[in-house]
């Protein structure tokens, strides 16, 4: 597989390593509950290295869903490269924040993210699934960074989320996306969680015993010669002919067996075209699947007023996310089981997510 090379890739290959175990020292006065523990909910406050490395001893293998909203790099941020790498050419990129006119700019970025995907991926669990929110600037660094390190064979999704609604025509085209890229700890331990499905468009106006449904088209998107023949509405005569571009959902020994077993409906009234019956019972048990283009989670500026709303003032984070974002990601695609924790890291509490 090639692989991305950029410069001091070979100085924090190891790194992760070498990052020394920090204590967690809990700090009552700023938890809610009365007495401070490490084996509950926790926000760390500090570098992500070094909270991630202290997570390590305890939750090795253990971590069920991770979400991260590392730096985007998009040059106007304040990020600088902060790892202490015992190197002359790294010691020089410390404390200097990163900008637009950096020739080194996604050296840096890629020497940051490195070990950090390292020691998330320690934390994961064989089944777990961590997600990452980025844009344009790293996408495709990011994308090459997680081949590496998760396996080219256990990218999930590159999912789209609308983060912007409003139109920006600065450079002629409007960005309205941030990417979320998806990684498996491991595909064939991974099963992903269907969403459950939308009810309202389910009736039973014939009493069908076999319960409520609804009527799908019968045509699907390809052109395929089988799935291109005449099928006769028996009450009209009239013969249908799937739309141009499109063919038949099945052939026709099916059709004929899904006539006789009174799932093909020529409309409301049965003079129309053909549909597909299809039941609620079937539809909960294949749930639904989960898109990888997300419009209805929130926005950015959704997210900012949702904070605003939570510390009752403005400006506490730069850069929030929205909380639907979040739990669509973790929650809704991947845990099956009950989520027992809730691990927070790194200077903004929602830098790292990472669910026990
Ligand atoms: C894209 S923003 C995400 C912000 C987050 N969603 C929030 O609302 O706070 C990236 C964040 O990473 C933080 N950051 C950068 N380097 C870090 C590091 N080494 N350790 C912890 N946080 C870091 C930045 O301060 C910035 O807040």
New binding site residues.
């Given amino acids: 597989m090639p692989q991305l090379q950029f410069k001091g890739k070979i100085l924090v290959e190891n790194h992760h390593l070498s990052v020394p175990f920090h204590e967690l020292l809990p700090v009552r006065e700023k938890g809610l509950s009365t007495r401070a523990s490490l084996h509950d909910n926790l926000i760390i406050h ?4 070094a ?1 991630l490395k202290s997570l390590l001893p305890t939750n090795h293998g253990r971590v069920k869903c991770i979400y991260i ?4 790099n998009t040059g106007n ?3 600088a490269y ?2 202490s790498v015992n190197s002359p050419l790294i010691r020089d990129w410390l404390g200097k924040v990163v900008d637009r006119d950096d020739l080194t700019r996604h050296d840096k970025w890629c020497c ?1 993210m490195m070990p950090r995907l390292k020691l998330l991926r320690e934390l994961l669990r064989k089944d777990g699934v961590i997600f990452v ?1 980025i844009d344009d600037n790293e996408v495709h660094h990011l994308r090459c960074l997680m081949d590496e390190v998760f396996g080219e064979e256990n990218f999930l999704a590159s999912i789209v989320w609308n983060h912007r609604k409003s139109k920006q025509n600065d450079i002629g085209v409007s960005l309205g996306h941030n990417h979320i890229l998806g990684y498996t700890k491991d595909g064939n331990h991974f099963e992903i969680r269907a969403l459950p499905v939308n009810e309202s468009g389910f009736s039973n106006l014939d009493n069908d015993p076999r319960g409520p449904w609804t009527l799908d088209p019968m045509d699907a998107p390809n052109v395929r010669p089988n799935l291109t023949y005449e099928i006769v509405n028996p009450a009209t005569g009239r013969g249908y002919y799937p739309p141009q571009g499109r063919c038949w959902r099945f052939g026709k020994e099916k059709y004929r067996k899904a006539l006789k077993n009174g799932r093909i409906v020529f409309g409301k009234t049965g003079r129309a075209k053909p549909y597909y019956k299809r039941f609620l019972d079937e539809a909960r048990e294949k749930g639904r699947s989960v898109a990888t283009i997300w419009q209805d989670v929130g926005t950015a500026t959704n ?1 900012t007023k949702e ?1 605003n709303h939570i510390f009752g003032r403005k400006g506490v ?5 929205p909380t639907d974002l979040v739990r669509n990601s973790s929650l809704s695609i991947s845990l099956h089981a009950q989520r027992n924790r809730s691990l927070f ?8 997510v990472l669910y026990l």
């Fill in positions: 500090g570098d992500n290295l909270a909203d590392p730096p985007y941020e304040g990020w902060s790892d940051m929110s997210a904070l984070f730069a850069t929030p996310k890291c790194g200077n903004m509490a929602s830098n790292y």
